[in-house]
């Protein structure tokens, strides 16, 4: 689905929720690699689409003077691929970014955690890649909202090994090549996007639980280079018991033995 439209889904559920709070909707002019549409009423909530990175990001910031102040800070991100993504995939979005604001602050922004990179980016978490799986398994939706509402902080390993994990593997075996293929292109990127939680879910839970190898191939078609090499290593480590490295002992130096002496 062209970005143009998914993000007019998007903004229009955002829309609804803010509308009866007095919020007034913005047009933003497009640049070059975003496209922006803007929300003004006691704060100021934005949603931006970075063509670069293929993310939409839900932000918000206080307001100065009837103008936001543009401290800006981001409580929701999500991918969208125009090119494999449809209009379920902007569906889901636009409902999680109106949950995050009806929802309270501090839930919202706890849930919504990231934990930045080297280069200061923010990365995907395991929440975000559950939400992002909806697209895919959409009864995973109630399981996401169960965990949300029963645990302070998303329990993303157990999460993934429980409820996404049966409904991968059960997917594979039933869905046509270009299902799969559009299956393999959103766990390349969620990879490429994610925090180390999130890439190992995608490489010790979900791929190496992949017995048939034709299967396995299929699901990681879309992977770069790089990337399936590291999924081709971790999976040789399958059913391997890895012993833990031994603490070395600390080196004897000349002091320590003057000391004992």
């Known amino acids: 689905m062209e970005i143009e439209k998914a993000f007019g889904m998007i903004a229009n559920k955002v829309d609804t929720v803010l509308a009866p709070k007095g919020f007034v909707k913005h047009e933003v002019p497009d640049t070059d690699n975003e496209k922006t549409v803007l929300f003004t009423g006691t704060l100021a909530y934005s949603i931006v689409y970075y063509y670069d990175k293929k993310r939409i990001v839900l932000r918000s910031c206080g307001m100065v003077d009837d103008e936001p102040d543009n401290t800006w800070k981001t409580i929701a991100t999500w991918l969208y691929d125009e090119e494999v993504d449809g209009s379920r995939e902007a569906e889901n979005i636009g409902d999680d970014f109106a949950e995050t604001i009806i929802g309270p602050k501090q839930v919202a922004v706890q849930q919504k955690k990231k934990i930045k990179s080297e280069n200061g980016e923010q990365n995907s978490d395991p929440l975000f890649f559950a939400n992002r799986m909806i697209a895919y398994f959409p009864d995973l939706r109630d399981d996401v909202a169960y965990e949300k509402a029963h645990y302070t902080s998303f329990r993303g390993i157990t999460f993934a090994e429980t409820s996404i994990l049966p409904r991968f593997l059960a997917y594979i075996d039933k869905e046509g090549d270009k299902n799969i293929q559009k299956l393999s292109k959103s766990l390349s990127d969620l ?27 299929k699901i990681t078609s879309q992977f770069p280079k790089e990337t399936k090499k590291i999924a081709d290593a971790s999976r040789k480590l399958r059913g391997k018991n890895i012993k833990p490295e031994k603490p070395k002992k600390p080196k004897k130096y000349i002091a320590d033995t003057l000391n004992k002496a």
């Open 191 to 217: 990879y490429d996007a994610g925090d180390l939680d999130v890439k190992g879910i995608i490489t010790y839970i979900l791929l190496n639980s992949i017995e048939d190898d034709a299967k396995y191939e």
